[in-house]
């Protein structure tokens, strides 16, 4: 059963500390999403990538907040310098491109930032 | 554009209950609609998707939704509540020349025993 799977799946740190979330898309899925959930925002999408480069990113606050894909395999989002607002749990969801195609999220990365 | 809007952030039945969801949608093309559920500390899982095949969409878990173009709506049924059906609902929609998904806002279901 292909899941797609993040690390961690909790993590504390202090104000100014860099937070690195990891994401593994499920094999053969060639587009790979981030999200953030808030229970004031909701769902937001703050990155998207097809074939490894970013297509959109706009969600994304820019001085602080990095996606990258070094490989099919991997796919990274890290705050720095986080703060306190960045507490949320983040998602990351992939699936085949387009036309009835799917998301398929993994189970979050849980963030507190003290 | 594309959007979603789910009316009700909170909905609460009866255990046995008809379960109703409502999703509304703009889109400017043919759109591909799903219904997610998160059940808590997970993440989001597909309930079922609509892809022009058929206007009845059944899912998993027994509930099914009708894509109703003159309404623009997608909403979610399930004949009988369960306990276990307690969780976040997201409506989605994405079009067939995008990768995007425009999510609703949520609902929470309650059961009420």
């Known amino acids: 059963d292909a899941r797609v799977t993040q690390t961690p799946r909790d993590k504390v740190t202090e104000m100014g500390q860099e937070v690195t979330m990891r994401c593994q898309p499920i094999l053969g899925h060639n587009t790979v999403f981030w999200y953030r959930q808030t229970m004031k925002q909701g769902l937001e999408l703050l990155a998207y990538?097809?074939?490894?480069?970013?297509?959109?990113d706009s969600g994304m606050p820019k001085d602080r907040f990095s996606a990258e894909m070094p490989d099919a395999t991997l796919a990274t989002l890290k705050i720095q310098p986080s703060e306190p607002r960045d507490s949320a749990v983040y998602f990351c969801?992939?699936?085949?491109?387009?036309?009835?195609?799917?998301?398929?999220f993994g189970p979050g990365t849980r963030l507190t930032v003290l | 554009a594309q959007s979603v809007t789910q009316l009700g952030s909170h909905v609460s039945v009866s255990e046995g209950a008809l379960v109703l969801l409502r999703c509304n949608y703009s889109s400017s093309v043919p759109p591909y609609l799903f219904w997610y559920v998160q059940y808590p500390n997970q993440g989001l899982q597909l309930l079922l998707k609509?892809?022009?095949?058929?206007?009845l969409v059944k899912g998993i878990n027994g509930f099914e939704a009708e894509f109703k173009k003159s309404e623009t709506s997608f909403h979610l049924t399930k004949p009988s509540a369960h306990m276990s059906d307690a969780a976040e609902y997201f409506c989605a929609v994405r079009t067939n020349t995008g990768n995007q998904f425009y999510f609703g806002t949520g609902t929470s279901l309650t059961v009420i025993p």
């Open positions: 969801a992939s699936g085949t491109g387009f036309g009835t195609d799917t998301q398929y």
């Open positions: 990538f097809r074939n490894r480069a970013p297509l959109d």
């Open positions: 609509y892809t022009s095949a058929a206007t």
